[in-house]
């Protein structure tokens, strides 16, 4: 199992390049290391992530360019396309850029005293990192807009109430709860893993018989 941590405490965690390429290089390794069955994604500090680093990314002479930068290296292309399942454990802040982090991963533990909000908007800004499809996967078209179009505030319990996250726990159980799950995680089989993540994420946006398809090919792929 891997721990993977959110390290820019005294900025609450806010994304900057510098984050961007070492959380590159992590996934990279999580990915290709065989001895890795699962990843916990953490934040260091009073909040899990609060997006992306405005006194950074704010510099750039416009908004597109600022997210082009971020997006150059795809950290969230390849976060959305392990086939080892992670695990986000948040707490505190967990806002824009910090909350489209937590849904890119497999399942999401919340503390009581976290918070999520989608602030672009406000900003005159779309949720860039798959904000608005991952939303709209974990709590249907309408409750996303409404997250998105709002940016209203959501305490943990509303954010699992929605669905945004699996369970609630006291802060002080939040990572020990997180552990335990990706410890559970790491006894599926590798090849059983891949199939059934390809089959929930690829057969989302299927028909029933094509999702059943694909279903049946992958089973047949796992044995």
Same mark, same amino acid.
């Given at each position: 199992?891997?721990?993977? #941590?959110?390290?820019?405490?005294?900025?609450?965690?806010?994304?900057?390049?510098?984050?961007?390429?070492?959380?590159?290089? =992590?996934?990279?390794?999580?990915?290709?290391?065989?001895?890795?069955?699962?990843?916990?994604?953490?934040?260091?500090?009073?909040?899990?992530? #609060?997006?992306?680093? =405005?006194? *950074?990314?704010?510099?750039?002479?416009?908004?597109?360019?600022?997210?082009?930068?971020?997006?150059?290296?795809?950290?969230?292309?390849?976060?959305?396309?392990?086939?080892?399942?992670?695990?986000?454990?948040?707490?505190?802040?967990?806002?824009?850029?910090? $909350? *489209?982090?937590?849904?890119?991963?497999?399942?999401?533990?919340?503390? #009581?005293?976290?918070?999520?909000?989608?602030?672009?908007?406000?900003?005159?800004?779309?949720?860039?990192?798959?904000? #608005?499809?991952?939303?709209?996967?974990?709590?249907?078209?309408?409750?996303?807009?409404? $997250?998105? $179009?709002?940016?209203?505030?959501?305490?943990?319990? *509303?954010?699992?109430?929605?669905?945004?996250?699996?369970? =609630?726990?006291?802060?002080?159980?939040?990572?020990?709860?997180?552990?335990?799950?990706?410890?559970?995680?790491?006894?599926?089989?590798?090849?059983?893993?891949?199939?059934?993540?390809?089959?929930?994420?690829?057969?989302?946006?299927?028909?029933?018989?094509?999702?059943?398809? $694909?279903?049946?090919?992958?089973?047949?792929?796992?044995?």
């Amino acid at each position: 199992m891997a721990l993977i #941590t959110l390290n820019r405490p005294s900025v609450l965690n806010a994304y900057n390049v510098a984050m961007r390429d070492a959380l590159y290089e =992590v996934l990279q390794a999580v990915r290709d290391d065989p001895e890795i069955g699962a990843a916990v994604l953490q934040g260091n500090g009073a909040a899990f992530c #609060t997006g992306g680093d =405005v006194a *950074e990314f704010g510099t750039a002479p416009s908004p597109v360019m600022a997210r082009a930068a971020r997006w150059r290296r795809d950290v969230w292309g390849l976060l959305c396309a392990l086939d080892k399942p992670v695990v986000a454990a948040v707490h505190g802040y967990v806002v824009g850029g910090g $909350l *489209e982090m937590a849904l890119l991963c497999d399942v999401c533990i919340a503390a #009581t005293d976290a918070r999520f909000a989608y602030p672009e908007t406000g900003l005159g800004m779309i949720p860039g990192v798959a904000g #608005t499809q991952t939303t709209r996967k974990a709590v249907g078209v309408g409750r996303a807009l409404d $997250l998105v $179009l709002t940016g209203r505030w959501l305490t943990a319990r *509303e954010a699992r109430h929605l669905g945004l996250v699996r369970r =609630v726990v006291a802060r002080r159980q939040l990572r020990p709860q997180a552990f335990d799950l990706a410890r559970q995680l790491c006894q599926v089989p590798p090849a059983l893993m891949r199939g059934i993540k390809r089959a929930v994420n690829e057969g989302f946006d299927m028909c029933l018989a094509d999702g059943l398809a $694909l279903e049946k090919r992958l089973q047949r792929g796992s044995r």
